[in-house]
Nanobody
Framework: QVQLVESGGGLVQAGGSLRLSCAAS????????MSWFRQSPGKEREFVAT????????NYADSLQGRFTISRDNAQDMVYLQMNSLNVEDAAVYYC??????????????????WGQGTQVTVSS
């Protein structure tokens, strides 16, 4: 089993930045990749970014590339999401997710085996 705990959410003004953290524990050596998703009220959970735990290869939602950066620290079992130039549309609960296997459908919720409890990001205009 793997446990994921997110932190770093909060209230930020439009145009500001936040850095989210995800701490993984348990059988982390079994993981293939880790990702961030987000969910706003009334909307489906959507893919934000992913990073391979082995190669470090990253992939982003097209609309977010350039503003968000995902990174990892395998020694500390941490994954980060640096979010810049935030706008009100970025407000959501952000979830850390981990998968056991390589997949071509990295943006699909169903490909993930473990989820954190989420951290709220609020952006004021």
């Amino acid at each position: 089993q793997v446990q994921l705990v997110e932190s770093g959410g909060g209230l930020v003004q439009a145009g500001g930045s936040l850095r989210l953290s995800c701490a993984a524990s348990g059988r982390t050596a079994s993981l293939n990749g880790m990702s961030w998703f987000r969910q706003s009220p009334g909307k489906e959970r959507e893919f934000v970014a992913t990073i391979s735990r082995i190669s470090g290869r990253t992939n982003y939602a097209d609309s977010l590339q350039g503003r968000f950066t995902i990174s990892r620290d395998n020694a500390q079992d941490m994954v980060y999401l640096q979010m810049n130039s935030l706008n009100v549309e970025d407000a959501a609960v952000y979830y850390c997710a981990a998968r056991l296997y390589s997949t071509s459908r990295e943006s699909s919720v169903s490909e993930y085996n473990y989820w954190g409890q989420g951290t709220q990001v609020t952006v004021s205009s």
